[in-house]
């Protein structure tokens, strides 16, 4: 079957880091994206990730374990801004998303 | 170039009755996707079209369909409205071509429907 999995809430600190895990299960594999969706608006793309590795764009970055069917998404340099849901999401292999229920995080001052 | 935009933002029916949820895609893309997210969790598969034939569904019944129009516009429609169908439904764009396999979705801000 499939399935994946991301805490439901996190809180971290404005200027500090903070790492969201995502974990899945799949027979077939054609990549892991990251979206960023705040409250009432659309998903906004953040990453894809096909390889395993680190993958670094700013202030965001996303690993990828395909061996281990993980993925975690870092935030650095926390900014209030960045108070939203993340949702991961892998792509099966009909090439269609099936997506976590997301992780709310919330930034303190 | 524009983005994805869906009309209309809210809605309330009642039971029974029949919606349809309208989508305009990105300049340039020729796929969307239709997805329905419930509070509090991720958006669910609904179903794809490309080159105006549905090539994709997800767990949903026949009363979920769709259109999409040769300008790739597109339409979700719900008949026989049941409560648990109050969500908000999200339409994405993309650009599928011959040898591409993962594409990135443009989301639209969705359209908020409530059953009552």
Redesign the interface.
């Given at each position: 079957g499939q399935n994946i999995d991301q805490p439901t809430e996190m809180t971290a600190t404005e200027g500090a880091i903070v790492q969201i895990n995502c974990t899945y299960q799949t027979s077939g594999f054609?990549?892991l994206?990251w979206?960023q969706q705040h409250a009432?608006?659309?998903?906004?793309?953040l990453s894809?990730n096909?390889l395993d590795g680190l993958e670094e764009k700013g202030r965001f970055s996303s690993f990828l374990s395909r061996s281990k069917g993980y993925s975690y998404l870092l935030l650095k340099e926390l900014q209030m801004k960045d108070s939203a849901s993340y949702?991961c999401?892998f792509?099966d292999s009909?090439?269609?998303?099936?997506?976590?229920?997301?992780t709310k995080l919330i930034i303190k001052p | 170039e524009t983005g994805v935009t869906q009309s209309p933002t809210h809605l309330i029916k009642t039971r029974g009755q029949q919606v349809t949820l309208r989508c305009s895609s990105q300049s340039g893309h020729n796929t969307v996707s239709w997805y329905q997210q419930a509070l509090g969790q991720g958006p669910q598969f609904i179903f794809q079209y490309y080159r105006e034939e549905e090539n994709g569904r997800g767990n949903f019944p026949p009363r979920f369909s769709g259109l999409q129009f040769p300008n790739y516009s597109s339409e979700l429609n719900v008949n026989a409205l049941e409560l648990d169908d109050s969500a908000l439904y999200l339409c994405a764009s993309s650009l599928a071509t011959s040898n591409s396999g993962a594409n990135v979705l443009t989301f639209g801000a969705g359209s908020r429907l409530t059953v009552l």
């Open positions: 054609n990549g994206f979206y009432g608006e659309a998903p906004t793309f894809y096909v949702l999401a792509m009909n090439y269609q998303l099936i997506w976590g229920a997301g | -």
